[in-house]
């Protein structure tokens, strides 16, 4: 029996070696993008464990402190904008550097932590701790917002649509939405009605912008806007309140109004397309 020292390898040990790291860095070896891509998960896990610990937590137990309350949720909302930042970015890093096999599967995986199941426990817990909250309701609700998330995701992995525009509500913007309708505090129904209503858009075949160039920069500001209003309204700043509720009434607004834009701009497109083809074939 022969021994081989190991210093001495021979030649076609080495090559199948060589030929095993070869093939190791195309599946295993994370980019950058996908780094900012696991930072969107982890925000995301991160927001459900404020909601738990500094929402529903004391709720069960009685106690009534108001301020860890709003602190928590506050800052659950914020590592739910801090998610879209990341994904905003691992697309925009991925375009311009290179991106591993794994970066679509992983940011999609990512996506249904940070977008679906983060808002969508928001909504359990804010139909538990709400005044005139329904937890059966509110939990129904939920399910709806997760399979909506599934199946937009779903389908934006297997479809293809023109450049520049998503199909459907984005589910960073729906999670957002869903988020700031619970922050309005309006009554029941009505904010059940919004949450029905932004899953519906998500799964639609609404198209809204994709966040590229100048709209990249002011969904950006638009994110740290909110932030600024979340960490005033944690810190108990006088009009904190009001502020909070502005935002989030625009969010709400935004989320409707762009898709009318989107909509008649497409029609207005269509117009123009027919009256040309009419005018093409007049002699």
Avoid at 84 to 92: A, E, H, I, P, R
Avoid at 109 to 133: E, Q
């Amino acid at each position: 029996m022969t021994v081989l020292d190991p210093d001495t390898k021979t030649d076609w040990v080495a090559d199948l070696e060589e030929e095993a790291t070869d093939d190791m860095p195309l599946s295993t070896r994370l980019s950058i993008a996908d780094t900012l891509t696991l930072g969107n998960a982890t925000c995301g896990f991160m927001a459900v464990y404020f909601t738990t610990t500094g929402v529903l937590v004391p709720h069960l137990m009685g106690q009534t402190d108001g301020g860890m309350t709003r602190h928590s949720a506050a800052t659950a909302v914020m590592l739910m904008l801090l998610a879209s930042v990341f994904d905003l970015f691992d697309g925009l890093v991925a375009r311009k550097l290179r991106s591993s096999a794994m970066g679509a599967e992983l940011d999609n995986l990512s996506d249904l932590i940070s977008f679906g199941l983060a808002p969508a426990y928001f909504v359990v817990v804010w139909g538990m701790v709400a005044d005139d909250g329904h937890q059966h309701v509110s939990a129904v609700a939920a399910i709806v917002v997760v399979l909506a998330v599934v199946l937009r995701l779903a389908r934006f992995s297997c479809t293809t649509v023109r450049d520049g525009v998503f199909q459907g509500m984005p589910s960073p913007m729906g999670a957002l939405t869903i988020v700031s309708a619970t922050l309005l505090q309006l009554p029941f129904l009505p904010t059940l009605a919004i949450i029905i209503g932004v899953a519906w858009l998500m799964v639609s075949r609404v198209e809204y912008p994709k966040p590229r160039g100048r709209l990249a920069i002011v969904t950006l500001c638009w994110i740290f806007i909110s932030m600024g209003c979340l960490a005033s309204w944690a810190a108990d700043f006088p009009g904190a309140q009001l502020l909070l509720q502005t935002g989030a009434a625009l969010q709400v607004v935004a989320a409707a109004v762009i898709p009318l834009f989107a909509t008649f701009r497409r029609v207005n497109m269509i117009r123009d397309n027919r009256r040309e083809a009419r005018a093409g074939q007049l002699p």
